[in-house]
């Protein structure tokens, strides 16, 4: 905040009080101009979220003697103008650069492509490049905000795939929510990427999206709303069963959300070994020709279940070993967790406010995590998504298995050392240096 007040140093105590007592955090007070009539003040501050930060301005205006002049928020601060950009690999500083980058020399390139067409990926980007696609539909915890509203998150993506796998990933917001018309776009734009990333677009469309173009394209594709995720929970999933001495063949897992992401993790959970997972939804914990199951469902109906468990979620928990949540905000209650079986496991996955408070799960589970940074045990795509793709591109793979997908998992699980593993330590931290290479490397192997 910036502000004008009073010529009363004192004023600076007082702001800093009214922000604490207002539950701010104070981080930095500069006096940027002193007159004899005024002070001008730059108020740096925390706050929990935006509706917080209106009250702590509120806060600070109605101290006598001072005005709120402007507000700039950080993380809008750190979003202008865009978070990436492209430059040049090459120097272009004489005419000699110029006509080996550009012509006449990069006609001689294109010919040899031309000639040899799998040249392509070693002569150009194609080899390091990932575009990142969305039509907008299903954002975040957000929904459907359009291609527009979605390009902040594309350009994170982009951002981490570069900071995590040294891979140029480019945002493609697709002005479009019909299925042949993403296809056909995605297929047109191929040629100059060696995989497509596809990103925050909604179920049950883009499961047809995804295999459609898989069958189309000789590059991986990859919708890592389903694959990152589902990769990262079986990953926290195998350490957890270590910690609590359970095995995934013989656990009872639950998981609630039938979408994108509960449909990958149930699939990746059977490829690993699971033998009885129970899937939750809005109909009900789902069996085959339970009423108002849609295609998909009634599909997840038929690989699962094989004890029949029909009902609300809190039947099927009873004596459940694992609780996967990946559907919607407060939807477990704490108390349900008793009646699960001893040494129980809960994932509260949902963004941003999980089915479970963690805190309040951890009252009676014995393995909690969640998709918060907060909280130990976070539950983060960007475990998985940078080195999955670092090694497609390395082994220059024209499909993403399902033996990758669990290589994947396993390489994650395994960057966690024996030693280190306790309830509040299933997964290595985003930040580890060892995990996009030991991702890669199990992708590539896979």
């Not at 527009?148 to 697709?174: Q, S």
């Not at 045990?377 to 990758?404: C, H, T």
Request: contains cysteine; hydrophobic residues 45%; charged residues 20%.
């Amino acid at each position: 905040m910036r502000l004008h007040t009073s010529p009363d140093h004192g004023q600076v105590g007082a702001v800093a009080t009214a922000i604490a007592q207002a539950g701010g955090v104070v981080t930095g007070i500069d006096v940027v101009e002193s007159s004899p009539t005024r002070l001008r003040l730059d108020v740096t501050c925390s706050a929990a979220d935006g509706d917080h930060a209106l009250q702590l301005q509120a806060a600070v205006d109605a101290l006598d003697g001072v005005e709120v002049y402007k507000v700039s928020d950080r993380t809008f601060l750190l979003h202008l103008g865009g978070k990436i950009e492209v430059s040049s690999k090459v120097p272009l500083k004489t005419r000699d650069d110029l006509s080996m980058a550009y012509t006449p020399g990069v006609g001689r390139v294109s010919q040899a492509i031309a000639d040899n067409p799998e040249d392509v990926s070693r002569l150009t980007i194609k080899g390091n490049s990932v575009a990142v696609v969305t039509d907008g539909s299903a954002v975040l915890g957000l929904g459907n905000i359009g291609p527009e509203a979605a390009l902040p998150v594309m350009e994170g993506k982009a951002a981490l795939f570069k900071r995590f796998a040294n891979i140029d990933a480019w945002p493609i917001c697709l002005a479009t929510q019909d299925t042949d018309q993403i296809v056909e776009i995605v297929a047109g734009i191929a040629p100059g990427f060696g995989g497509i990333n596809l990103e925050d677009i909604a179920a049950p469309r883009c499961f047809e999206i995804e295999q459609r173009l898989r069958e189309r394209l000789d590059i991986p594709v990859f919708h890592d709303d389903q694959h990152g995720t589902a990769i990262v929970v079986l990953a926290a999933l195998l350490n957890a069963l270590r910690v609590v001495e359970k095995d995934l063949a013989a656990a009872r897992i639950v998981v609630s959300g039938a979408g994108a992401a509960g449909t990958a993790i149930v699939t990746l959970l059977l490829a690993a070994g699971a033998t009885d997972v129970v899937v939750y939804d809005r109909v009900g914990c789902l069996v085959p020709g339970l009423e108002g199951l849609s295609a998909s469902q009634e599909t997840l109906a038929e690989v699962t279940n094989p004890r029949r468990v029909s009902g609300d979620l809190r039947t099927g928990l009873q004596g459940a070993d694992v609780f996967v949540g990946v559907s919607a905000p407060g939807i477990l209650a704490p108390e349900w967790i008793t009646e699960m079986a001893p040494r129980a496991i809960v994932f509260a996955l949902a963004n941003p406010d999980p089915e479970v408070d963690p805190i309040d799960a951890a009252r009676y589970a014995e393995v909690v995590a969640s998709g918060r940074s907060d909280y130990p045990n976070q539950i983060n795509n960007v475990l998985a998504f940078p080195g999955v793709f670092r090694g497609l591109l390395d082994a220059r793979a024209q499909e993403v298995s399902v033996e990758k997908l669990l290589a994947a998992a396993r390489a994650i699980a395994g960057v966690v050392h024996p030693d280190e593993l306790n309830p509040s330590f299933i997964i290595p931290s985003v930040f580890h240096p060892d995990v996009p290479g030991a991702v890669a490397a199990a992708v590539q192997q896979g």
